[in-house]
C-alpha cells in the first residue's frame, strides 16, 4: 500500500536559508526576532549572519562541518543557525535545557564537530568538549569588522543543514542528519498548503534539541514573517499564553502533551489567545483527543488543528491530517492524514512486501524529506535506510518501526510502535492500548501506562492518572477497565498524580513518573 503526496517543483539549489535571504531583499526593515523586549530586523538578522559565516569560513568550517550551538533561544541562536547555514556547514542542537549528564554524552558523538557556539550562561555544560566553545559576545567586536555580505558558498540541496540527536526505541542517543532539500520541502509545503504569508507569525515552545524546533524556528523567516522567542530556558505555560495573549501571533507548533498543557491554561482563564490563532501544528506522541475535543469545538474557534506525522530521520513530518474532518465515534484512533509534497507513505510487511488496503504494516517513509542518515553509526542502524523496488525502479525509503493502516478515505492511522510491545507474565502488550482505554473512562482527565520490575526483575504496568476531578481508587479503575480490556492488559497499579510531567521535548516523561514511584516505595520500604 502507498499513499503519495502531491508533486511540486522545487528550486535547482532548494537550499533554506536563501529563501531568508529573499526576505531580506524584499522586506529589509521587516521585524525578523523578538525576544523580551529586543528585537532585529531582516537586514539586520543578515548582516549578523553572514558576519558569523565568514568567520566559520576563515576558520575552515566549511561543507562538511559540524557546528554544535548550545544557547538559549536568543537572537544569537538565529545569528548563529544563519551563519552556519551560510557558511556551508551544518548545525547540531546541544540543548542547555538537557541534563548536564546527557550533554557529557552526546559531545563526543558528533564527526567532524568544528567548535561550538555558547554563552556565559551555557559555556560551562560543554566546556569538556574537544573543541572551541566560543562566545558571540565576546567576539563582538572582532566580528564587526567581517563582511557584512553573504560569503560565495556553494551549497546544493544534498548538504546536510542539521542534525539532532534522537533516542528512537533503543536508548541510545544517535545523530540523524537532514538534507537542505527535505527541509525547504517541508517548509515550502507549510507555506503553500496552509498560506502560511509574511503575516503568519510564530511563538516557539517545544526544547532546542527536539527536531520539532528545527522548523519552528525557521519556517517563519523562510515565510517572511516574525519569530517570537521565549525568554526561558524550559517551557512555561504562563509566559507562552502572555505572549500569544499580548502579540499578533498566528502559528504554534508543539507537542501534543504542550497542547494539552496550552488548552488547560486558556480554560482555567477563560481566554481566546490559542482560539484565535490561525494553526497549531502537533504530533511527536498518540493524541489523546478527549483532552482537547470540547475546547476544539467551542463557538468561536477559528484555530485549525493539524494532527501530524513523523520522524527526525526523515525532516520531522511526513503527514498531516486536519481534526476539523474528525467525527468522534467513527474511529478509535486519530488519522495522522494524507503525505506533504513530495512524500510517499509505504506501508510493508516484514519482507518488505507491500500490505493491501485496509492492512497493518511498518510505516515507511521515501521522497525528498528521506535524510543522510545516522552521522557515525554503522551495521543495524543505518539499515533502517533501505531501497525497494516501485514499479520496476529503486526507491530510498526510511523504515519508522511503526505500524499503521490506510482508512477507506485514503488516511493514515497509527496504530503505535511495531516494538513498543512489552512482555508481562509471559504476554506482549502495548501499553498505548491501555492509555486509550483509561482515556475513556469517567473522572480520567489523562493517564500515562509505563513498566515497572520489582525486585525480582518481574515486569507490571503501572498506570498514572491525572483525575478529572476526585481522585479515583484502584478498585474503581480496576473495575471499570476489566469491562473493556482482558485481565492481561490491566495495569497492577493505578496512582494518582496532579499531572503528568513533561520531557524537555513536551512529550510524556515516563521515565520521571516511574522514578517518583520508586522514590515512593522506597520510602515506604517496599519494592516498586
Known amino acids: 500500500m502507498i499513499l503519495q503526496g502531491k508533486r511540486v517543483a522545487l528550486p535547482s539549489v532548494p537550499v533554506v536559508h536563501h529563501r531568508f535571504e529573499a526576505n531580506v531583499r524584499a522586506t529589509p526593515d521587516a521585524v525578523a526576532v523578538v525576544r523580551a523586549g529586543e528585537q532585529v ?21 566549511g561543507r562538511g562541518a559540524k557546528v554544535g550551538v548550545c544557547l538559549d533561544y536568543s537572537i544569537d541562536m538565529l545569528v548563529a543557525i544563519l551563519g552556519t547555514l551560510k557558511a556551508g556547514a551544518a548545525y547540531v542542537p546541544f540543548d542547555p535545557a538537557y541534563p548536564a549528564a546527557r550533554l557529557q554524552l552526546l559531545l563526543g558523538q558528533v564527526p567532524g564537530l568544528a567548535l561550538i557556539v555558547a554563552s556565559p550562561a551555557t559555556a560551562q555544560m560543554v566546556a569538556s568538549a574537544a573543541v572551541d566553545v566560543i562566545d558571540l559576545e565576546q ?66 515552545v517545544s526544547a532546542f534539541g527536539f527536531d520539532l524546533s528545527q522548523r519552528a524556528l525557521m519556517t517563519p523567516l523562510f515565510c517572511g514573517a516574525t519569530q517570537y522567542l521565549m525568554a526561558s530556558r524550559n517551557f512555561d505555560a504562563m509566559m507562552a499564553y502572555r505572549i500569544l495573549s499580548e502579540h499578533e501571533i498566528r502559528v504554534v507548533h508543539c507537542a501534543s502533551s504542550t497542547l494539552y498543557v496550552l488548552v488547560d491554561w486558556e480554560r482555567a482563564r477563560g481566554g481566546d489567545a490559542l482560539t484565535r490563532l490561525d494553526y497549531v501544528l502537533f504530533g511527536g506522541e498518540p493524541l489523546k483527543i478527549e483532552r482537547i475535543a470540547d475546547w476544539a469545538r467551542r463557538e468561536g474557534n477559528t484555530c485549525t488543528l493539524l494532527h501530524q506525522y513523523g520522524v527526525a530521520e526523515c525532516t520531522d513530518v511526513a503527514t498531516s491530517y486536519d481534526l476539523a474532518g474528525h467525527r468522534p465515534g467513527e474511529q478509535d484512533i486519530v488519522s495522522v492524514g ?23 504494516g511498518e510505516i515507511c517513509i ?39 493502516c490506510v482508512t477507506e478515505a485514503g488516511e493514515l492511522v497509527v496504530a503505535g510502535r511495531m516494538d513498543a510491545q512489552v512482555k508481562v507474565r509471559g504476554m506482549r502488550i502495548d501499553p498505548t492500548d491501555i492509555e486509550r482505554a483509561l482515556g475513556r473512562l469517567a473522572g480520567v482527565r489523562e493517564a500515562a501506562v509505563a513498566v515497572v520490575y520489582g525486585d525480582g526483575g518481574e515486569a507490571e504496568l503501572a498506570a498514572f492518572i491525572v483525575p478529572s476531578r476526585d481522585e479515583l481508587t484502584e478498585d474503581d479503575v480496576r473495575t471499570r477497565l476489566l469491562k473493556t480490556l482482558p485481565r492481561n492488559m490491566v495495569p497492577a497499579r493505578f496512582v494518582n498524580v496532579l499531572r503528568l510531567p513533561l520531557s524537555p521535548h513536551g512529550k510524556v516523561d515516563r521515565a520521571a513518573l516511574v522514578d517518583a514511584l520508586k522514590k515512593q516505595y522506597a520510602g515506604s520500604g517496599t519494592a516498586a
Request: a negative charge; hydrophobic letters at 40%; charged letters at 20%.
Open 41 to 61: 530586523t531582516y537586514a539586520e538578522l543578515d548582516v549578523r549572519a553572514n558576519r558569523f559565516a565568514h568567520f566559520l569560513a576563515a576558520r575552515g568550517c
Open 139 to 204: 567576539l563582538s567586536g572582532h566580528l564587526a569588522g567581517l563582511a557584512a555580505s553573504a560569503p560565495d558558498v556553494p551549497v546544493t540541496g544534498d548538504d546536510i543543514c542539521y542534525a539532532v540527536f534522537t533516542s528512537g526505541s533503543t536508548g541510545t542517543p544517535k545523530l540523524t542528519a537532514v538534507r537542505h532539500e527535505g527541509w525547504f520541502n517541508l517548509m515550502n509545503w507549510l507555506e503553500l498548503e496552509y498560506g502560511l504569508h509574511r503575516g503568519s507569525h510564530n511563538l516557539v
Open 338 to 360: 494524507r503525505p506533504a509534497y513530495n512524500t510517499d507513505i509505504h506501508l510493508l510487511d516484514e519482507q518488505l512486501r507491500g500490505v493491501g488496503a485496509g492492512e497493518y
Open 366 to 404: 521515501a521522497g525528498a524529506g528521506v535524510g543522510a542518515g545516522y552521522l557515525g553509526a554503522a551495521g543495524p542502524e543505518n539499515e533502517k535506510f533501505t531501497t525497494v523496488a516501485v514499479d520496476g525502479a529503486p526507491r530510498r525509503l526510511y523504515r519508522t518501526g511503526d505500524r499503521g
